[in-house]
């Protein structure tokens, strides 16, 4: 692509490609893209390779990613081939959600019309992660300046659902590993509830972002300082938000964080 379009005013590619003119201004005030091209009056032009990384930009805008995260995957030294298969596993992600969001449809629509009450686990289909939506917002807004949430973004936009659902399956044993640490009577300084943590964080480790002992022993206060959080432990074992917290910090503590 890039060598065989003629280059382009910022004027022509907004009206061929249907991308406003101020939108193209900002791209190139923020670095992001920026016209590698010149005519004889000195104006700017858009050359094949300009547009052909446009067409990333564009692309990564309509999966949702922020600006600041597109320009680290295209500055990342990926070449086109990758970002093309990033992004088709995303977009097959999304479409084996959709699919399953119409066979749920389908089925309420078949409940409506025959006047068959919808049970907890069908409104549950319907309601999906949607509901997921407003903590993520605040994830972003209270993270989305660090290293880890750059990472873990990075990571996650290349799971499919079939990945996700490993990831559960190993949350929820390790989830498992507390609760039986606890009920157990195993202290959160022993060494079933430590080993436990550890593999809390490895989980996190291997999946979102690094994160050292001293960080993790951070994460461990939401734990008991959130109530969203402590509800989710809570809801597995009673006294387990605390229980894990504690197990954290004294892990931490055996690694000399």
Known sequence: MGTTVEPLTVGQVAQRFGVTVRTLHHYDEIGLLVPSGR????????????????????VYRRLELPLDR????????????????????????????????V?????????????????????????????????????QERWGETDQWRQSQARTSR?????????KQEADAVNAAFVTAKRSGVPADGDAAMDAAEAHRRHIEERFYDVSHAWHRNLAELYVGDPRFTATFEQLEPGLAQYVHDAIDANSTRHGA
């Open 39 to 58: 005519t004889a009056a000195g104006y700017r032009l858009y050359t094949g390779d300009d547009l052909a990384r446009l067409q990333q930009v564009v």
């Open 70 to 101: 597109i320009a680290e995957l295209l500055d990342g030294g990926e070449d086109a081939a990758e970002h093309l298969r990033r992004q088709r596993a995303t977009v097959m992600s999304r479409l084996g959600e959709l699919t399953e969001l």
């Open 103 to 139: 066979a749920a449809i389908d089925r309420a629509l078949e409940r409506e019309m025959t006047d068959t009450p919808a049970t907890t686990d069908d409104l549950k289909e319907l309601f999906g992660d949607g509901f997921k939506d407003e903590y993520q917002q605040e994830a």
């Open 159 to 167: 799971y499919t659902k079939a990945d996700w659902a490993q990831v």
